[in-house]
């Protein structure tokens, strides 16, 4: 079982190279400045915890800013699940915790569940 290492994402194509190599992955994208985005990490690394199979990415947006073209993204924090290389899931700039949990959660249990 994998450990939950964050991976920090500083380039398009290392952002496209991750989507790629995990089934499900998890990109956290952020910038510098943004307190909501430091203050939301923390609780969403916790939550991918209980969901071992999900591979966690991190991109600061002001270190790669084609990205918010490449994914459409206008506010961050921007978090996205995708699953086999298919965007699944986004929620962006005030993040319920509690809802994204269970979203996720479903997610998760559908891909497990066809694995097997």
Known sequence: MKGKAMITLTSLT???????EHPLSFLYV???NCSVCHAL????????????LIQLGH????????????LSIFTVPALLL?????????EARFVQMQALHEKISKVYQMVVT???
């Not at 990490?41 to 071992?52: F, T």
């Not at 991109?59 to 490449?70: H, M, P, Q």
């Open 41 to 52: 990490l923390p609780q969403v690394k916790d939550l991918l915890k209980e969901l071992p």
């Open 30 to 32: 952020s910038r510098t």
């Open 59 to 70: 991109i600061n947006a002001d270190d790669v800013e084609e990205i918010a073209g490449r």
């Open 114 to 116: 066809e694995s097997e």
């Open 14 to 20: 290392s952002v496209e190279k991750f989507i790629d």
């Open 82 to 90: 995708f699953v086999d290389g298919k965007e699944i899931l986004r």
